[in-house]
């Protein structure tokens, strides 16, 4: 759709770059033709927001060959697939410094273009190699690691870094006029959040499909696709195992104690003999609270761990909670999720955390971490003390070696 007295877009080159794209990529074909294109004279670019609508100017839909707008298209629908925008401000991107954001923004276009080398973009496209990376990483790698590149961004819009942009409209949908081409959709409607996973699960199936074809899919639509559609493990599972070998381990350790007194007391005369005790598991829970986690996440997964531990049989006494970024700031005994504190906001150091875990007393057997894997990890875990580390966001992260890990699905 068209602001009144602007020059319309040509839609005749819009539908050639889409059946040029579609045509390269029959894979993306869904994506492809899945977004409005709204007019937006004097922007310089092609860009897109996270409701998949894109924006063009429409004098550089002329300008541009059909090739090069078909690879923006392709492009664009890297970032839309990917879900940079949310992933953005899960990394703690500050959009609202340019520099911040435009270093992000590097860092998604090289995640994507390094499948799309020898597309004809206009200009020159970011590789990992422009930030001193090798190829293959993630988004979130090149941002921590990469270096900024010199050149100017070209704007990919808010689908990029989930910041947006003042051309851009609000909302996932808006109220507007049937499009030029009599086909009775709303030319600025853009796809609601259930809508785009779906879609981005359709279009997952359908690399997946043509990997398997003689078709040459990209590496790392590959490794998306499968991450996308692949089979998982059902993290709460896992994760009760994980909790529950831990906590019988803890409780089927015996020792000896001059506390009470033994039965066969009687029958040593003089003699003082020791009772066998056998301890009632003690579980800390460390909260990563640093400025990269979603807090709804880790609210799910506390509750998770809540219902775990009261099933295993240690949740009358509660259990103790401790709210960490690189210092811990709460620790406390609580009997539900609902009074946990989650107290935070900066960077984050899980060997602080896990350090202050084990010095409580009763001393914990078992530590449970939330966290996205974020952080920096001591050598080695706290001594006597069985270490479950649940990753809270599967695109990022890792547990060192030395603890037992249990990646959670946010849609499992």
Known sequence: MNAPGAPGLDRHRVAAARLWAATKFPYLASAVFASPVIAVPG?????????????????????????QLGTVMVHLVGHLLRDHGERARNAGVDTNDGEDRDRWIDAADAEINDDLVGLPFPGTPVQPSDLGCKPGQLAEH????????????????????GGGEPHEQPGDKQQGKPDEEGDGQDRNDGLEPEARRLLRRQVANEVLAQGRKAGDVPGGLKRWAAEVIGPKVDWRRALAAELRRGLSDVAGRVDYSYQRPSRRAGASGDVVLPSLR????????????????????????????????????????????LACDTAVHTARRVTSARDVELVGGGGTDMGVALAAAADLRPRPGVIVVLTDGETPWPAAPPPGTRVVVALLDRRMGRAPAWAHAVRVDEEG
Not at 142 to 154: D, L, S, V
Not at 298 to 313: F, I, K, Q, T, Y
Request: proline letters at 6%; glycine letters at 10%.
């Open 43 to 67: 922007l310089g670019t092609v860009s897109a927001d996270e409701s998949w609508r894109l924006y063009a100017d429409p004098e550089i839909v002329v300008a541009w060959p059909v090739e």
């Open 142 to 161: 090149y941002y921590r690691q990469g270096e900024r590149r010199t050149a100017e961004c070209w704007g990919c819009g808010s689908a990029a870094h």
């Open 278 to 321: 056998r301890p009632v598991p003690e579980v800390a829970v460390v909260c990563d609270t640093s400025a990269s986690m979603d807090e709804k996440l880790l609210g799910r997964a506390l509750a998770e761990v809540d219902g775990l531990l009261r099933s295993a049989g240690v949740g009358p006494r509660g259990m103790r909670v």
